[in-house]
């Protein structure tokens, strides 16, 4: 129980909280915008610049899953 309190209870000023919030806002949208843009945000951009799509990659991925 511990644990718990020392995790949702914080001594921390207000400013810190408030600033881990707006950074986790970021990052949570810029993932979001990675899936809905893939062209432009995700592996698009990649493959436009001669990076090629990893196929083998995946497949390697489902063998070791």
């Known amino acids: 129980m511990k644990f718990f309190n020392k995790l ?3 001594d921390n000023d207000p400013s810190v909280i408030w600033i881990r919030f707006v950074v986790g806002v970021i990052f949570i949208s810029e993932g979001i915008q990675k899936f809905v843009y893939p062209d432009t945000l995700g592996i698009g951009r990649f493959v436009k610049i001669g ?3 990893p196929v083998h990659e995946l497949r390697t991925s489902y063998f070791f899953t």
């Open 8 to 10: 949702l209870f914080t």
């Open 51 to 53: 990076i090629p799509y």
